[in-house]
Nanobody, 124 residues
Framework: VQLQASGGGLVQAGGSLRLSCAAS????????MGWFRQAPGKEREIVAA????????YYADSVKGRCTISRDNAKNTMYLQMNSLKPEDTAVYYC??????????????????WGQGTQVTVSS
């Protein structure tokens, strides 16, 4: 079972990036999934989460209105579209999935599967 995050990079403030998280080894169509980030010297924090159906989403206040989380269960892939990026968005971004059938709101405490992380750097 593997989650592969990609799409990070170096972008100027105000720019956009689209992160992808491709799952392999099993289907995650019944699992809530989400994106976390960890900046140097800071604790890991949740950025956004999405229910197994895609019908319910959650965003941290720091990214609300600038990011959109989505998923394509047919492709076993989750996305995070990030717009109007700020230097404070600089971090390693990780994708994660919870146990099958669990609510997206349990993800911060109960994430079971983790991707390897992708670096996002926003220059001022």
């Amino acid at each position: 079972v593997q989650l592969q995050a990609s799409g990070g990079g170096l972008v100027q403030a105000g720019g956009s990036l689209r992160l992808s998280c491709a799952a392999s080894g099993r289907t995650f169509s019944t699992n809530a999934m989400g994106w976390f980030r960890q900046a140097p010297g800071k604790e890991r924090e949740i950025v956004a989460a999405i229910s197994w159906s895609g019908g319910t989403t959650y965003y941290a206040d720091s990214v609300k209105g600038r990011c959109t989380i989505s998923r394509d269960n047919a492709k076993n892939t989750m996305y995070l579209q990030m717009n109007s990026l700020k230097p404070e968005d600089t971090a390693v971004y990780y994708c994660a999935a919870g146990a099958s059938g669990r609510s997206l709101y349990t993800l911060p405490d109960e994430a079971r599967y983790w991707g390897q992380g992708t670096q996002v750097t926003v220059s001022s």
